[in-house]
T-cell receptor
Framework: DAGITQSPRHKVTETGTPVTLRCHQT?????MYWYRQDPGHGLRLIHY???????DKGEVSDGYSVSRSKTEDFLLTLESATSSQTSVYFC??????????????FGPGTRLTVL | DAKTTQPPSMDCAEGRAANLPCNHS???????VYWYRQIHSQGPQYIIH???NNETNEMASLIITEDRKSSTLILPHATLRDTAVYYC?????????????FGDGTTLTVKP
């Protein structure tokens, strides 16, 4: 299994507070992703990164920002958490170098509750 | 990325083959079909992918129709541990990878 960890694994916070979720990989993979998973919506892409300091928006990026200052870490920040951001957040990575397909490996997830 | 349609749920008897269908009628010529599964409370797990030929690995087989508008994931001898949500997605494989969304998938329940 790819070495992907997420921290924290569970967090409860209050509306309006900033929250940062961390994804750490030990595989030196170039591509990293943040998804959220909600009942009835499957997994939706929030942001992704294709290299250090190179990021782009996904389908549901409003209210979220990301940073990648090192290959191994991809941070997801909720500047001012809202109850609609209560969800399970998954980090994923893609193998390098680019190949004929892009298999993704997923982390264990972070369950975030915004009260 | 092309949209996919999957049945919301399916049952399968333990030891029998599980055949999970997926429709992707708007698939483009350069889009691959991927299958992932998610066991309760865990992150999704890659199973298999293909372009137009049938594929097989240690986990499953993937059958893609000649017109590529649909596919079937086959788990040859389902076990209770195969109970999970199975996602079929299609997307272009490129260097700027993975800008994709997973739909609701099919919940497969393997019964004793």
């Amino acid at each position: 299994d790819a070495g992907i960890t997420q921290s924290p694994r569970h967090k409860v916070t209050e509306t309006g507070t900033p929250v940062t979720l961390r994804c750490h990989q030990t595989e030196n993979h170039r591509y990293m992703y943040w998804y959220r998973q909600d009942p009835g919506h499957g997994l939706r892409l929030i942001h992704y990164s294709y290299g250090v300091k190179d990021t782009d928006k996904g389908e549901v990026s409003d209210g979220y920002s990301v940073s990648r200052s090192k290959t191994e870490d991809f941070l997801l920040t909720l500047e001012s958490a809202t109850s609609s951001q209560t969800s399970v957040y998954f980090c994923a990575i893609s193998l390098t170098p680019p190949s004929s397909y892009n298999e993704q490996f997923f982390g264990p997830g972070t369950r975030l509750t915004v009260l | 990325d092309a949209k996919t349609t999957q049945p919301p749920s399916m049952d399968c008897a333990e030891g029998r083959a599980a055949n999970l269908p997926c429709n992707h009628s708007t698939i483009s010529g350069n889009e691959y079909v991927y299958w992932y599964r998610q066991i309760h409370s865990q992150g999704p797990q890659y199973i298999i992918h293909g372009l137009k030929n049938n594929e097989t690995n240690e986990m499953a087989s993937l059958i893609i129709t000649e017109d590529r508008k649909s596919s079937t994931l086959i788990l040859p001898h389902a076990t209770l541990r195969d109970t999970a949500v199975y996602y079929c997605i299609v997307r272009v494989a490129s260097t700027n990878a993975g800008k994709s969304t997973f739909g609701d998938g099919t919940t497969l329940t393997v019964k004793p």
